[in-house]
T-cell receptor, first 109, second 113 residues
Framework: GQNIDQPTEMTATEGAIVQINCTYQ??????LFWYQQHAGEAPTFLSY??LDGLEEKGRFSSFLSRSKGYSYLLLKELQMKDSASYLC??????????WGAGTKLIIKP | GAVVSQHPSWVICKSGTSVKIECRSL??????MFWYRQFPKQSLMLMAT?????????EQGVEKDKFLINHASLTLSTLTVTSAHPEDSSFYIC?????????FGPGTRLTVT
């Protein structure tokens, strides 16, 4: 079957760094997305990895290891507005996005 | 960047009535659009994949006669919830595919009383 494993909830301090890990199993693989979703809102795109390695985009970076079925999202210089759910979303061989419940990130002052 | 709009953003309707939700890609053409539903504190659930000019592909367990999808143009897909019941109350989100990315609309919160 297809599944995604992320921590349910994480807490971090404003200004700090946090890494959200994700392991996945899919039927085929066509890349992995990270989305941010604030409560009551639709997801917004953060990053897309299709090759192994690190993709950096401002305060956010995403890493992928296809052989290990592993990805992480790294958030630096955390701000209160970063409090949200972060969704690790692999795309399978049919180009379908596989959604899990995500990680709820709580930022404390 | 690619923008997707949804209308209405929220709607309250009485049980037994029908509600139509529109999803538009504003600055690109989308041959494929997706309809999702999300209940509180749960993950997004794909309801159906909508392809312009053809019938939608529904996920297992989604009633095609209850959730009518029409993708009449490259920029517009509509979802009609027919004979709505309180258990249909949810957050409905559409997305449109552009290249390899999916761009999401802001969502429609439906409450059925």
């Amino acid at each position: 079957g297809q599944n995604i494993d992320q921590p349910t909830e994480m807490t971090a301090t404003e200004g700090a760094i946090v890494q959200i890990n994700c392991t996945y199993q899919t039927s085929g693989f066509n890349g992995l997305f990270w989305y941010q979703q604030h409560a009551g809102e639709a997801p917004t795109f953060l990053s897309y990895n299709v090759l192994d390695g690190l993709e950096e985009k401002g305060r956010f970076s995403s890493f992928l290891s296809r052989s290990k079925g592993y990805s992480y999202l790294l958030l630096k210089e955390l701000q209160m507005k970063d409090s949200a759910s972060y969704l690790c979303v692999p795309m399978d061989s049919n180009y379908q996005l596989i959604w899990g419940a995500g990680t709820k990130l709580i930022i404390k002052p | 960047g690619a923008v997707v709009s949804q209308h209405p953003s929220w709607v309250i309707c009485k049980s037994g009535t029908s509600v139509k939700i529109e999803c538009r890609s504003l600055d690109f053409q989308a041959t494929t659009m997706f309809w999702y539903r999300q209940f509180p504190k749960q993950s997004l659930m794909l309801m159906a994949t909508s392809n312009e000019g053809s019938k939608a592909t529904y996920e297992q367990g989604v009633e095609k006669d209850k959730f009518l999808i029409n993708h009449a143009s490259l920029t517009l897909s509509t979802l009609t919830v027919t004979s709505a019941h309180p258990e249909d109350s949810s957050f409905y989100i559409c997305s449109a595919r552009f290249d390899y990315e999916q761009y999401f609309g802001p969502g429609t919160r439906l409450t059925v009383t």
